[in-house]
Nanobody, 118 residues
């Protein structure tokens, strides 16, 4: 059973920064990424990274503000979020998948809440 453990959410003022982390158990080579779900909205793709870390993809609304990276152990990913906006407020879910498409995830974390105040 694969488990994903997220950390790093919290409350921040607009323009501030937060760093999320996610660690996956097991030894499989996962594509990993982050999705988010705002109140009353569907879960949406935010960012993904290949197993090697050499390929990333971002949704347009976070390009230039968010950056995803992998740790040396490969099973940990980080999401650096800068210049946060109130519309970034959501529960952020870490995902892992065997497909190279980062929008297709097989496993999910429980989510971590990010609140950006105006």
């Amino acid at each position: 059973q694969v488990q994903l453990v997220e950390s790093g959410g919290g409350l921040v003022q607009a323009g501030g920064s937060l760093r999320l982390s996610c660690t996956a158990s097991g030894r499989r080579s996962f594509t990993m990424g982050w999705f988010r779900q705002a109140p009353g909205k569907e879960r949406e793709f935010v960012v993904g990274i290949s197993w090697s870390g050499g390929r990333t993809s971002y949704t347009d609304s976070v390009k230039g503000r968010f950056a995803i990276s992998r740790g040396n152990a490969k099973n940990t990913v980080y999401l650096q979020m800068n210049r946060l906006k109130p519309e970034d407020t959501a529960v952020y879910f870490c995902g892992a998948g065997v497909d190279s498409d980062p929008s297709v995830m097989d496993y999910w974390g429980k989510g971590t809440l990010v609140t950006v105040s105006s």
